[in-house]
């Protein structure tokens, strides 16, 4: 492929990008000369477990990306050649090779050469998260920063996280660190397209848990005003007063993460966690025949880093 080609190629991929709602801009440039055939000189630098001398022959060094994290710098590329290491190499026709990796697994290959530079085929993930911003995230081991991409509303007053993180074309292990309320999760993506979209799910993590114990303890008992009245999630059905006796705490039944399976209020660049219990009730007024029921009330927290959390939404769920 031709400089004219290759500008083409990006346009394109600037494209695709930019309709998968991803900002991004992306050069590749040549920074080495290298007489000669560089495909020997590339595989055997791989073959012998000389990783910088390998990249030094790519064109990755030039690779200028702005408007996502990258995944394709010089640690990312020792990492993941170190996790697929070829042990032998034979050329078949033009730049048609065969590999032997070290695991004893074959693969057939193509090399693609620009000029003198070796091209390494870069894909990039738009990965989304229910909830976020995720804390930290490492490829192949390299911590890499995650900004942020895309912040959509999937429903009212709900948000999906999007992170565009450019790679080598190929699998790669994914680690996210823990959140103030997520837990650490580790997973292996296949870049084996230009781009593709890989749905990260997060869970609550023990510390998650307990914060959302701590936030639930710190508004139950109290009833100021009319604000303990809970209206049914669904939208229909009696109202609720929750019981303000000041009995702390009530048994929490589940916890659940807004986004993943819940859909409710979350703040903007935070989180929220819908926190489910059972309490004491009656039907709002007084008219001497109040009956006191147990009701299931699930109330919504949010989280935003520095701040403490927030009741964003209350309601009751029928009893299963």
Known sequence: MGRRGLARGLLVYAIVLALAGVAVLGARTRHQTVLGDPIPRYLNALAR?????????????????????????????????????????????????????????????????????????????????????????????VPTPARAAANSATAAGTISYRYAIAVIRGVHHFSIGRGPVTAGRALVVNAAKPTVDARITLTISDEGSRRSAIALHSIVGTCPGETCVVAPCTGSGTDYVLDASGIGTPFIIARALIGDRVLAPMPAGGWAIAVTFDDLAQPPGLSGKEQTKTVRARYVFGFRRGHKPALLDRCWLPNR
């Open 49 to 141: 477990g000389d990783y910088a001398t390998a990249y030094s022959y790519t064109d990755l060094d030039g690779f200028k990306l702005t408007g996502l994290s990258s995944g394709i710098t010089s640690a990312h590329y020792t990492a993941f050649e170190r996790a697929h290491a070829i042990r032998t190499w034979q050329r078949l026709s033009g730049n048609e090779v065969e590999l032997t990796y070290r695991n004893g697994r074959r693969a057939r290959a193509t090399i693609a050469v620009e000029e003198t530079t070796i091209v390494v085929p870069v894909s990039t993930l738009v990965i989304t998260a229910p909830t976020g911003p995720l804390p930290s995230i490492a490829i192949d081991g």
